[in-house]
Structure formats: C-alpha cells, structure tokens
C-alpha cells in the first residue's frame, strides 16, 4: 500500500510540474489596409491583407497573406507606435516581391516589447515600389478583441 501512495504522489507532483511548465499561447491580429502616408497618396494605394501573431512565452511568430496592393511589395516591418502614430522599426518581416502573397517571421522579443504588443502599440506595415513610404497598414490587436474570431 505504501509504495502505491508513494507513486500516487510522484505521479502528482509529476503532472503539477508539467501544467506549470506549459506557457499560454496568445494569438494576436492585424488586418490590413491602405494607410495613406502622404496627402498624394490616397488614391494610389490599394489593397488588404490580414496577419496572425502566435505568442509563445517571448517568442512572437508572423504568419499573413496580403493581396491586390498597387505594385510589387518592397519590404515589411513590425513597427513599435500606438494606434495612428507612426512608429520605429522594431523587426523587419519576409514578404513576398509581388502584389500578392505573404508576410512572415519569428523573433523574439524583449519584456518591454511584450508589454508593448499587449498594450497594442505595434502595427505592420507592407511597403510597394509604387508607395515607399508604405501602402499596407494594421495594428496589431488580441485576437479575442475581434467578434467575428
């Protein structure tokens, strides 16, 4: 009887340290839209886009698709700003060369910058040849803040 409680309580302790060593997941969304960066660009940017954040402990992973934009993406970028203002560069995201196609990375990220992503001061931005400055924009924002999830 005594070694099968003994196992019992290993078996407890065992299951406790694994639930207390599995880190949530927080998934995150940004949908993206033309954002005008200039009074001469509102009318020449064009198209949407929607990204998903995955974060794991520190580790923040990008996974998006975008289509339809005025000419061939140049280049994208997780900027650190609050809604409506423009921000720093933080992170500098694959993204397909086309008007069409995908937004990707993984990095990890620092405790200031988690705090930052959870207070919704980062938002992704897609530049094009034809808008440098940049054609696609969305901050990034829990995912369970969306009704339509």
Do not use: C
């Not at 099968?4 to 078996?11: E, F, P, S």
């Not at 940004?30 to 009318?43: C, N």
């Not at 934009?69 to 086309?98: K, M």
């Not at 990375?105 to 931005?125: C, K, P």
């Amino acid at each position: 009887m005594k070694l099968g409680r003994n196992l019992l309580l290993a078996l407890i302790a065992g299951s406790f340290l694994f639930v207390t060593n599995i880190q949530a997941q927080e998934i995150y969304r940004a949908r993206l839209s033309p954002m005008p960066t200039t009074p001469q660009t509102v009318t020449t940017i064009l198209g949407e886009g929607e990204v998903i954040l995955t974060l794991n402990g520190n580790s923040l992973t990008v996974d998006g698709n975008f289509f339809g934009i005025s000419s061939a993406a140049t280049g994208a970028h997780i900027h650190n700003g609050p809604p409506a203002q423009p921000g720093p560069v933080i992170y500098t995201l694959e993204v397909s060369q086309s008007t069409e196609g995908s937004v990707t990375g993984t990095l990890s990220l620092s405790d200031e910058q988690v705090e930052a992503l959870n207070n919704n001061e980062f938002y992704i931005q897609i530049h094009s040849e034809s808008n440098p400055p940049g054609e696609l924009r969305g901050w990034v924002f829990l995912r369970s803040h969306f009704s339509d999830l």
